[in-house]
């Protein structure tokens, strides 16, 4: 946050992109450096974020204050903190079911078929964990499971994890911008 107030007195001295450049540079890279792992937190602490991120885009659109900040984030084609979070732990599980990720992760996630031998319309999807309490479901495992087993067919059949975050953005920033 203080990296953002000293760019905000500073911005009238450069352009636009230069800003965008600048904050994601030294505040995003920060802000969702092994996200991964505590992208679990609570609604509370993803406010926080998403505030940090309405500072950042106020500074770039020029907005005050109390003017409402989703035009200037839907300008900036910035997704939200929470779909952020979701696009990195989409792309981590699509890395771990390709075999791109080492395998102490790659080897925890079990598919429904190698449990049974029936052959079903799930039977590619990954076994959920049985997990009877908010922490257990907040966990990394369960996390990924759950958003793999909810992700379209058709992203998890991309080529590289490259394509991949593009489809997914793309899909997710048309549902925020619509």
Known sequence: MSKLAQINRAKNAFNSSLLVTLINTLVFSKLYYCSTVWSSTTACNVQKLQLVQNFAARIISGTYKFEHIN???KNLRWL???????LL???????????????????????RQQI??????????????????????????FRIVKLWNSLDKDLKLCESH?????????????????
Do not use: E
């Not at 939200?80 to 979701?86: D, E, G, I, N, S």
């Not at 990954?126 to 966990?139: D, N, V, Y």
């Not at 975050?165 to 793309?170: C, D, E, I, M």
């Open 71 to 73: 035009p200037s984030l």
């Open 80 to 86: 939200p903190v929470k779909k952020q979070l979701y």
């Open 89 to 111: 732990d989409a792309v981590f599980a699509f890395k771990c079911m390709t075999g791109c990720a080492p395998t102490y992760l790659t080897s925890q996630f079990v598919k």
């Open 116 to 141: 049974s031998s029936r052959t079903t319309r799930n039977s590619q999807q990954l076994t959920i964990p049985l997990c009877k309490t908010t922490a257990g479901q907040r966990s990394f495992y």
């Open 162 to 178: 490259a394509n991949f975050k593009k489809t997914l953005t793309t899909k997710l920033l048309s549902k925020f911008l619509n």
